[in-house]
């Protein structure tokens, strides 16, 4: 068919693309049938005729040679055709299943319109119906009956120079709870975007689910769950399987990054506690968020020419997210020349009990460090009307939280209020980017968790900027890759929040913007990575050694796809 295109520009393309078959046979080690079922070496129609006969795949492609960005073009026009988000989704997975390098290409084309279909919002909805569009392995799936035999299942993945795992327990997907053994779109998916946005070379990639069982009623009652059908584990055989599995990994891939992802809160600061200082790991929910926030209040600042310590802070929503900024912001103050004490005091947490308080009875250990001497506070309107914050960041799940009073509230405390409502998906956010505007007089400092469609205010246009961890946790990957840390120490995150902030423009800040715009996402990441290798280098805990150029290392390690 496409041969309907001749006098097109696509007929015209082979001509300015002539070389892009000799590219193409670059890392290929197999032959025949074989080569063009392995999705990390078959090119499909893009094959020259030189390269069919040395291959010996003549007569196994149709006779058609396809230019690259032919071939592009027909997998974009496919996804196009598609009904729903979840077709894209089903789609994408089976690129990836069939030609990574072209998989690659199209998601790197459009980031911003691709990502939404290979992570969020789109893999939530494919986790929850991961049993029915389940097609190829990608990752491994470790259960309560691999105890004993961990190391085992690791070897039974093909690759042998893994340097990144992201693993889930599945228990806190997303904003969607309890997905079990079905969280592993989580782990495919993230790990897609540390290779589309910082080159992280896919090989060295591994996605893992521990499925300990789920307590989901609904998955344990459906015929397509493909997990097992056991209570979750708890306490010591949980603790006991996690330690098990972080022996293994150091054992059969000992350059291999661990990112925790999706734990439930009760065990998602524990385990990163637990080997934080132990071996190479980190948790983006916690740290990953926790860099884009305070990237995000470093730009704001810095444009209304203030400190990061000349704010108070509010944060709604006390869990992993909320209490992971107040932490990093409060390292960030410490740097400005405060006392961690005075840090915190400039923090102020409320959950759903209200105002946190020392007051308060069993108050979590995370949250004790910023809990007020300050009489109770129940309602959240009147916390914001005693407290005054200067910044207000919301991860608490509850839509429209951020009421007008509040909004208009916080536009009386300060001439700019720094306004982040950081919860996802949109149907949970704090508040909508246009009652922002709309409530503040147009003063407010915007970021978001979720997109939100550009603002008319008064006859401007302002971009709502989104707070995606995708700024912060390739970059990390990509210095990681570069440097072979020991360990990845807090600071790691200050210095690529800072790096982040600085790459935004006085021109991006006017339109609304607080974090560079994800259409520039690789270009972000890449320079982000080069900051916090410099510092892993500078730290003393890098296993690599410093080259002249880390500008040049890392671009060299960056992968793109092979043709
Ligand atoms: P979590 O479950 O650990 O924390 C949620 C917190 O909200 C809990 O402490 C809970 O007590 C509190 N809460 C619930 N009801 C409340 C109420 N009525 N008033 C005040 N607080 C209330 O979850 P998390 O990992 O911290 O994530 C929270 C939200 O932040 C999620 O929607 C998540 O998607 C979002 N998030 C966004 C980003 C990002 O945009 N970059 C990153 C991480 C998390």
Redesign the pocket.
């Known amino acids: 068919m496409w041969q309907n295109y001749e006098g097109s520009d696509y007929v015209r393309l082979p001509r300015r693309f002539g070389n892009f078959g000799a590219m193409a046979t670059t890392h290929i080690t197999k032959r025949g049938f074989d080569l063009l079922r392995d999705p990390r070496e078959n090119r499909g129609t893009v094959f020259t005729h030189q390269e069919r006969i040395d291959l010996g795949i003549v007569g196994l492609l149709p006779p058609v040679i396809s230019p690259p960005e032919l071939q592009m073009s027909r997998a974009e026009m496919h996804l196009d055709a598609l009904p729903t988000d979840l077709d894209r989704y089903v789609y994408f997975s089976d690129l990836q299943d069939r030609n990574e390098a072209l998989f690659y290409r199209v998601l790197m084309h459009d980031p911003v319109k691709y990502m939404p279909i290979v992570y969020t919002p789109t893999v939530g909805l494919a986790c929850q119906q991961y049993g029915r569009i389940y097609r190829r392995p990608k990752g491994l799936w470790i259960t309560a009956d691999h105890r004993g035999m961990i190391r085992d299942v690791l070897r039974n993945w093909p690759e042998r120079d893994v340097r990144f795992i992201v693993v889930t327990d599945g228990e ?1 997907i ?2 969607l709870g309890d997905q079990g053994a079905q969280g592993m779109g989580i782990p495919i998916g993230k790990l897609a975007l540390y290779t589309a946005c910082a080159g992280i070379p896919p090989q060295m990639t591994l996605p893992i689910t521990l499925d300990v069982g789920t307590a989901n009623e609904t998955l344990l009652e459906d015929p397509f769950y493909i997990g097992t059908r056991i209570e979750r584990l708890k306490g010591e055989p949980y603790d006991s399987f996690i330690d098990e599995f972080v022996d293994a990994v150091q054992e059969v891939f000992p350059h291999a990054c661990i990112q925790w992802e999706d734990f ?2 009760h065990h ?1 600061v524990p385990v990163l506690d637990r080997y934080r200082e132990q071996v190479c790991s980190f948790n983006d ?2 740290q ?2 926790a860099a ?2 305070v990237a995000g209040v470093l730009s704001a600042v810095r444009f209304k020419g203030e400190r990061v310590s000349d704010q108070r802070f509010m944060f ?9 900024i107040a932490e990093l912001m409060s390292l960030v103050m410490v740097e400005e020349g405060l006392s961690i004490e005075e840090a915190h005091a400039r923090c102020w947490l ?5 105002l946190v308080t020392s007051h308060r009875h069993g108050l979590a250990e995370t949250k004790r460090p910023f809990a007020h001497d300050h009489a109770p506070i129940d309602s ?1 309107e009147e916390a914001v009307q005693t407290v005054k914050p200067t910044v207000l960041i ?5 839509h429209n ?1 951020f009421t007008p009073t509040i909004l208009r509230t916080m536009a009386q405390n300060t001439p700019r209020p720094i306004i982040f409502p ?4 949109t149907s ?1 956010s704090e508040c909508s980017a246009q009652d922002a505007y709309d409530h503040t007089d147009g003063t407010v400092i915007f970021a ?3 997109p939100f469609p550009p603002v008319a205010w008064k006859g401007n246009t302002y971009i709502p900027s ?4 995708v700024y912060i946790f390739p970059a990390i990957g990509m210095a990681v890759l570069a440097t072979r840390p020991r360990i990845i120490p807090e600071q790691a995150f200050v210095v690529a929040a800072r790096a982040l902030s600085e790459l935004v423009t006085q021109e991006e800040f006017e339109r609304g913007l607080v974090y560079p715009p994800l259409a520039k996402i690789r270009e972000t990441s890449l320079i982000v990575a080069e900051r916090v290798a410099e510092y892993f280098f500078d730290s003393g805990i890098a296993h690599a050694h410093k080259p002249a150029s880390v500008h040049a290392l890392i671009q060299q390690l960056s992968w793109h796809p092979p043709y």
């Not at 409320?350 to 209200?354: E, I, L, P």
């Not at 919301?394 to 509850?398: A, D, E, L």
Request: no cysteine; glycine share 24%.
């Open positions: 806190r997303l904003g439930a809160n998602a929910d916690i990953g968020t884009v926030g709604f929503g006390a869990g992993s997210a909320g209490v992971g409320v959950d759903s009990q209200g959240f919301g991860t608490s799940t509850i939280a950081y919860s996802n998906p949970k978001s968790g979720s989104q707070g995606n961890n």
